[in-house]
């Protein structure tokens, strides 16, 4: 019983996964413009963060693909998908401001709705964010890298 359990939810992640990349390359087609002090070629991309370093048990990514206006964020572990999200963003000077529209049922009751407010830096072919939920203490500090 429990492998049938494991194969329904790997089939339920997949699912979850396909509508996530349907609801984003809809939302491409719907982009708006970005008013920003850098250039937008900076932040749109696919990135994968490499500080702070993923710990714990399996191989882990977490991948996030932004374009004009709207962004998808994916955490893996072992090729499996853990969680996803995605949404709109905008840019005003150094910050960089996501709006959650979607996600994986793991991530939507604690990120649906909400903001996350980072301050952006880039050296090179890496983005500095530090910043977190609107109207929360939790600080993330991440270093990201551009895969395309």
Known sequence: MKSNRK???????LVTVACLAIMFCVSVS??????????PDQIIGVWKQVSPELGGDGEQDKIKIITKGHFVWIHTINGDIVMSLG???????DTYIESIRYGAPTNQRIAFGRRVIYKVSFEGNRKHIIGGYENTNRVF???WERVE
């Not at 719907?30 to 250039?39: E, K, P, Q, R, V």
């Open 7 to 13: 194969l329904t939810d790997k089939k339920f992640y």
């Open 30 to 39: 719907f982009s708006t413009d970005i008013n920003s002090s850098y250039s």
């Open 87 to 93: 949404g709109e963003y905008s840019i005003d000077g």
């Open 141 to 143: 500090n991440e270093i």
